[in-house]
């Protein structure tokens, strides 16, 4: 049944990612005690061990709301209009972005209700990747920093098998660079929340509103997530949450912001998740180097790093927030971004402390 004109012509593209942001924070964060309650129920938890830094077993199934949250709000902004102006072009990208988002959490909660090893996880990303890769989500141009001549081409393209070994391991790489943060409470919901704030203003910066909306959906999702995930958290996101947060943020990244324009659209995930990157490079080099695998359970990450320094738990995620926002404040800047977006990446920095001090006068009211 089509919607009243009224609604669908006054439904700007501002408008849709307002709404977009806000639905999903909203559902994200009514959905997950939902989930951590029936998970509870069922026994489906983390149980402590030394690596970890919870010392009670704990529901990891938050991905799912994360999901449902993100779902339902981009359904409702399809039902009111937002997509109806989308290209032709962009209609297969942004169904093959949301497909392999799926496929990812799928991949995740997998890993969280059967414990998969590591090779067969890989393997399924790097085919979900690469079937993303042959419908156009690709890595096909990169933008040379220097042209001769005031005609002078700035694009290279990629042959073919350049490009899908540069997207396949951006996509792989981001995924697992989140999964792999997701080490102390609410850092790696707070880390993808800023990143697809930054996402979401240089799309529209940039005049591409499908992608925004995907990131504005995205951002709320992480928003309303941490609502119940920062410390001391009541549930995980799981590998599931990360997987999807990650293959999200790598994908919208490509079909997002100048799709011709490589460098810039990928500077800003690029910049905002240097940390993460920078932190999975330096681990899987310290486990090459001392003879283990790649995924060989330590303490090498960042966050350990940080806490043995005498950090908090909060003090330590409140750090990488910071560093994360400021580098995503950077990249705003270097793409041209329009102030009003400078100045929502800072509001989403106010965000989540009001999100934190919130958590943490209830948890405080709720002490005998």
């Keep these: 049944m089509p919607l009243p004109a009224a609604l669908t012509l006054a439904y700007s593209p501002n408008a849709a990612a307002l709404l977009t942001f806000a639905v999903a924070m909203l559902l994200t964060a009514l959905i997950v005690p939902v989930v951590r309650r029936y998970g509870l129920r069922w026994g489906l938890i983390d149980a402590p061990d030394p690596r970890k830094q919870h010392t009670r077993p704990m529901v990891r199934l938050g991905g799912v709301g994360i999901v449902l949250g993100f779902s339902l709000a981009l359904t409702l902004t399809w039902l009111l209009g937002g997509f109806a102006e989308l290209e032709a072009s962009k209609d297969q990208l942004i169904w093959t972005t949301l497909a392999g988002c799926l496929c990812f959490f799928v991949i995740g909660l997998a890993d969280d209700l059967f414990a998969l090893p590591p090779l067969p996880r890989?393997?399924?990303q790097l085919g979900v990747s690469l079937v993303a890769w042959s419908e156009g989500v690709r890595i096909g141009t990169i933008e040379l920093p220097f042209a001769w001549g005031p005609q002078a081409a700035t694009l290279l393209a990629l042959p073919d098998w350049l490009s899908l070994l540069a997207t396949v391991i951006w996509l792989v790489g981001i995924t697992n660079a989140i999964n792999w943060l997701?080490?102390?409470?609410?850092?790696?919901?707070?880390?993808s929340g800023i990143a697809a704030v930054g996402l979401l203003s240089v799309s529209f910066s940039l005049h591409q509103p499908a992608a925004g909306l995907l990131a504005a959906a995205l951002a709320g999702s992480c928003l309303g997530f941490l609502r119940h995930n920062f410390n001391p958290a009541r549930i995980f996101m799981g590998d599931g949450g990360s997987y999807f947060?990650?293959?999200?943020?790598?994908?919208?990244?490509?079909?997002?912001?100048a799709k011709g324009l490589t460098s810039v659209s990928l500077l800003l995930p690029l910049l905002i998740l240097s940390l993460p990157l920078a932190d999975m490079s330096a681990v899987i080099m310290g486990r090459l180097s001392d003879g283990h695998s790649p995924f060989y359970p330590d303490r090498r990450h960042l966050h350990h790093r940080l806490l043995r320094t005498g950090l908090s738990h909060r003090r330590t995620v409140l750090v990488i927030y910071a560093f994360t926002q400021w580098l995503a404040s950077l990249a705003l800047v270097l793409v041209n971004a329009e102030m009003r977006f400078l100045w929502l990446a800072l509001a989403t920095a106010v965000l989540i402390w009001v999100l934190v001090s919130t958590r943490r006068l209830m948890q405080q009211a709720d002490e005998p």
């Design 182 to 191: 997701d080490g102390l409470d609410g850092l790696a919901a707070g880390v």
């Design 245 to 257: 947060l990650g293959f999200a943020l790598a994908a919208i990244s490509i079909v997002g912001p």
């Design 122 to 124: 890989l393997v399924l």
